[in-house]
């Protein structure tokens, strides 16, 4: 069984640009969930998307977005990079609905660099 | 809010010796998970084990332990016999919460 699938795994770009990132979640998991892991925040939450639909949001300003797909593939999209938004991200499927306690599959992240 | 402390940034264990990875936790919710990810330099989570805020025991996972003390708010990992594929970050984070609640995590190194 595959499991998470995250591109690129890595990219650089520079400030004011744009990315989008995309995750491939296991086959018959409906929730992703984005992470933002960072030597001095940590992990921190980004959002949840369950069935085409952000179900969680972190506390992340309009510059993060993301969407989910009908087959439950999901992209998240920052703009206007900024030199902070240098970071591993981390895309995790769950077969569980939202608030469910329950295992998260991670996928291996996509690291970001903004120079 | 929810909030996790661990408070070893990092640690050095010889090969073969139990670890105990320590995790403190606050949250206001009745109703809550507790979950324990090691993360390789890879980068990517690996889900070690599971302890809900109701289970009367304390969960096991082949060499992996969960020492769940719900008055003194506290999960430590317990790993048997550590090996030195054992070295990595492990986290320890909570639900439900808006996503999960991740601790700073505690860098584990095992020497042959």
């Known amino acids: 069984k595959a499991g998470v699938t995250q591109t690129p795994r890595y990219l650089i770009k520079t400030r004011g640009q744009q990315v989008t990132l995309s995750c491939s979640p296991i086959s018959g998991h409906r929730s992703v969930s984005w992470y933002q892991q960072t030597p001095g925040q940590g992990l921190q939450f980004l959002f949840e998307y369950f069935s085409e639909t952000q179900r969680n949001k972190g506390n992340f300003p309009g510059r993060f977005s993301g969407r989910q797909f009908s087959n439950s593939r999901s992209e998240m999209n920052v703009s206007t990079l900024e030199l902070g938004d240098s970071a591993l991200y981390l895309c995790?499927?769950?077969?569980?609905?939202?608030?469910?306690?329950?295992?998260?599959?991670f996928g291996e992240g996509s690291r970001l660099t903004v120079l | 809010a929810q909030k996790i402390t661990q408070t070893q940034p990092g640690m050095f264990v010889q090969e073969k010796e139990a670890v105990t990875l320590d995790c403190t936790y606050d949250t206001s919710d009745p109703s809550y998970g507790l979950f324990w990810y090691k993360q390789p330099s890879s980068g990517e989570m690996i889900f070690l084990i599971y302890?809900?805020?109701?289970?009367?025991q304390n969960a096991t996972e082949g060499r992996y332990s969960l020492n769940f003390q719900k008055a003194r708010k506290s999960a430590n990992l317990v790993i048997s016999a550590s090996q030195l594929g054992d070295s990595a970050m492990y986290f320890c984070?909570?639900?439900?919460?808006?996503?999960?609640?991740f601790g700073k995590g505690t860098h584990l190194i095992i020497q042959p």
């Open positions: 984070a909570m639900s439900p919460s808006d996503g999960l609640t």
């Open positions: 302890q809900g805020s109701y289970d009367q």
């Open positions: 995790a499927s769950s077969p569980y609905g939202p608030r469910d306690t329950g295992e998260l599959f």
